[in-house]
């Protein structure tokens, strides 16, 4: 979000997150949790569904904000919560798997 935000101002960057929260919402059950984790991240808890289920709802997130050039605009890291483990164990593993994707484009700011 840093790049939209020094490139195209404040506004577009909270422009680009409502975007990535308009493609999210109708992917997701409407009681699984979505939160902002920090500047440009989102945390999405979902109960009672495989890795692979997962995975499908957020490449149709992904393909609800590619670019015009048919790029993705977003890196999605899956964790698993394991037995006896807590949350921040969890949230730990979806980062390292974040991390090791590597750098996306930042969603593109609104075309006028």
Do not use: K, W
Not at 28 to 36: A, E, F, G, I, N
Not at 90 to 102: E, K, N, T, V, Y
Request: glycine share 8%; hydrophobic share 45%.
């Amino acid at each position: 979000m840093e790049s939209i935000n020094d490139t195209d101002g404040h506004h577009a960057g909270d422009a680009a997150l409502e975007r990535a929260m308009i493609a999210i919402r109708p992917r997701v059950r409407s009681y699984d949790l979505v939160v902002r984790g920090g500047d440009d991240e989102f945390l999405c808890a979902m109960c009672g569904v495989t890795i692979e289920e997962a995975r499908r709802r957020f490449e149709a997130v992904q393909e609800a904000l590619a670019g015009p050039d048919g790029r993705r605009a977003l890196r999605v890291g899956f964790g698993v919560l394991q037995p006896r483990a807590d949350a921040s164990e969890l949230i730990a593993r979806a980062d390292a798997a974040l991390q090791a994707i590597g750098e996306a484009r930042p969603i593109a700011p609104p075309r006028r």
